[in-house]
């Protein structure tokens, strides 16, 4: 092997790059490299050497040729995926994906062998999502996802090696990654204020959703475990409520009940005596409509899938209707336009969730009891809510400010 400095070059911009040339087969091979595997420039001297090293250590050992085996494309990666890897995904999980590879990654990826296809370019195509076509930064999130399971899929399949699917998805240094945030871009995390939660509370004061919306105001429930709760899990003795499953949509578009998406998100979350109140009161209302217009609300209710795949029925759910009719998460939606145009305020019912994370965080609840109470899978989640900076949150910067 040459000396470790030659064949290095430093470039008219600072930067370094190498070369490298070997006999193979009677034929001349020549390498010429500036950027290493991730699109990155040679900064130093001593990285074009080690970068040129580890070449030479590859050529040598004859890792440098594509596997002899057949060669896959993405779309034939994903193809697969969706024949084999995807069962038992919730059916909202699945349709994004297919919105995801449909309107775009298949476009620009589908074509592609994807032993082939670089950290760098990934990198730069979400780049261009975030920064050229202004896409949302949750958005973009979900394209890398969408890469680290194509790439997944690849590995576990052979056809990609442990190196490239390292390099690509596991290497902190080296692995796909999300475009810098801007400046200016907005946080996801949303809480109501004060003023808006009072107009709220009496927005839906005797609507048909209002059990709904106190379930969402008062315990954080995603909207799924909101309408998946049933009458068992609500424990008055205890003041608590236990949630264990969630409603969906199946691939049929048909409404189940399914398991929780992770073990934290079933939980064991505390009643205030305010949705405590209600559902008490809501719970004699249903127990009257059940003892005088019983066949109304048999003849209005609806069999769905439990979470065993056995048949119960809607009755059994906290937000059924006291004639029977079942309510799902399509409820919300004409109260959204009707809020905003009505009140001025941008109504998501996750805002909900928000609002009752920040509200605790406020109040200095130790982070892994927000965490347990929010069911989060991780506790960086969690700290967004004491990072996000909410009305009170300005009260009590104003205050301190004052003291000083």
Known sequence: MAKASSGVFQLPNGMWGFRYAYWQDGKQKDFKRTKDETGKSFKTE???????????????????????????TVAEVYEEYCEKGRHGKAYGTTRKHDTLWNQHISKKFGKRYVDDISVAEIVDYLS???YQEERAFGYVESFLKMFYLIFGQAYSRNYIDVDTYNMLCVNKNTKIHMPKRKIDDNDE???????????????????????????????????????????????????????EQQMQYNEDGLIVLTPLKTKKAKRTLYMNSMLKNHLLEYKKIIDDANATNIDLRNQNQKMIPD????LISSLLLVNTLPSGKMQNESS????????????????????LRHTYGTRLAEQNMPAHLLCNQMGHASSKVTEKYYIALSERGTEIIKEKIENI
């Open 128 to 130: 261009f999502l975030y």
């Open 307 to 310: 979470t065993d795949g056995k």
């Open 189 to 243: 995390t949303v809480s109501f204020s004060v003023r808006e939660t009072d107009l709220l509370d009496k927005y839906f004061k005797g609507k048909k959703v209002e059990t709904a919306y106190l379930l969402g105001r008062c315990c954080g429930l995603r909207i799924n475990e909101c309408y998946g709760l049933k009458w068992e899990n609500v424990d008055f003795d205890n003041d608590c409520i236990y949630i």
């Open 46 to 72: 001593k990285a074009a050497i080690k970068a040129r090293e580890a070449l030479i250590l590859k050529i040598q050992n004859g890792t440098t040729t594509k596997p002899t085996k057949k060669r896959v």
């Open 332 to 351: 919300m939606k004409y109260h959204s336009k009707t809020i905003k145009a009505t009140l001025g305020i941008n109504f998501k019912y996750h805002y």
